[in-house]
């Protein structure tokens, strides 16, 4: 039997009707929904699934809704797999909420009231700055680095696959795409986002994390979850501290998938809206073997994935 690790997406992932076929289709699911809804005392559940697109994209909203329907799937396939059993699990920036809680070591409802508290304090640090993100395709990180240490912004996100997220004011991120341009970029995408996520522009919704973060009680877990700060698995002691360092820091997502490799993990299913992790790890570790579950057609594929590869 192979070790089976788990992943989670973070914002960007999110679509209209998100969840709502699952929900239609599974008691397991709709529960989480209904849940979810009782407990902010917000239609999370129509956004999720009815939209509009402006409301499901506005940071207050999609992170609650995307942590719900990772959770939501979460839920389905372990009553329909009740023998499914997972080792490790990572979640991309918000999806490290939603890794937590996976783990045991978070409660639903304290992890869902704080991503959606994560998400208000995001959207108002927007609001108040003016930032830009753009993703950069083909280049040296080394040079990248240089074009941030030059330019005054910051690497957002290293996802791998060659691709690396900078984010910064955005007088000075124009400034650094032209630069990352000129120093061997195949390509340079400005991204259309709220503001700089990831970056010191952030900094007043890290510190509002940590005081929401302050009083909510975590518990040990046999499961391991890397943190996307370090790319280690995280130690329970520091666990809040990394979660306030996330908002402002370098998401190290290659590096942490690596590690799960490194502990022996070859099987990975990501759980929640789209396939973007999934992609992203077979183009860092071709022999990974991978399958998103979010929607019921993905079932068959997990059965699939289940039987046949674990077993081989």
């Not at 209904?34 to 902010?40: M, S």
Request: with cysteine.
């Amino acid at each position: 039997m192979q070790k089976i690790a788990f992943l989670f997406p973070g914002q960007g992932a999110q679509y209209v009707g998100m969840g709502k076929m699952l929900a239609a289709e599974a008691k397991e699911a709709r529960e989480v929904f209904d849940r979810a809804n009782e407990i902010l005392g917000l239609d999370l559940k129509k956004i999720c699934f009815e939209g509009p697109v402006e409301e499901l994209t506005k940071t207050s909203w999609c992170q609650p809704a995307i942590y719900t329907h990772s959770l939501a799937a979460m839920a389905v396939l372990k009553n329909e797999f009740p023998h499914l059993q997972f080792e490790a699990c990572a979640g991309l920036s918000l999806g490290e909420f939603t890794a937590l809680v996976a783990a045991g070591i978070l409660d639903f409802e304290d992890g869902l009231k704080t991503v959606h508290q994560r998400g208000i304090f995001m959207q108002e640090a927007c609001e108040s700055t003016r930032g830009a993100m753009a993703a950069i395709l083909g280049a040296d990180p080394a040079a990248i680095e240089n074009v941030c240490h030059e330019t005054g912004v910051q690497i957002a996100n290293l996802n791998g696959a060659g691709q690396i997220v900078i984010s910064g004011d955005q007088e000075k991120m124009e400034k650094a795409a032209e630069l990352a341009k000129e120093r061997g970029a195949r390509k340079v995408t400005l991204l259309k986002v709220a503001g700089a996520y990831h970056s010191n522009l952030m900094k007043p919704a890290a510190d509002r994390l940590a005081t929401c973060l302050g009083p909510i009680q975590m518990k040990k877990s046999a499961i391991t979850v890397v943190a996307n700060v370090t790319a280690r698995p995280h130690e329970f002691e520091l666990i809040k501290d990394r979660l306030v360092e996330q908002v402002t820091s370098t998401v190290r997502w290659e590096k942490s998938v690596r590690v799960l490799i490194s502990l022996g993990f070859k099987h990975f299913i990501e759980a929640g809206p789209g396939e973007v992790l999934a992609g992203l790890m077979k183009r860092t570790d071709p022999a990974a073997k991978t399958v998103s579950f979010g929607k019921p057609e993905d079932l068959e594929k997990v059965r699939a994935f289940l039987t046949e590869p674990i077993a081989a």
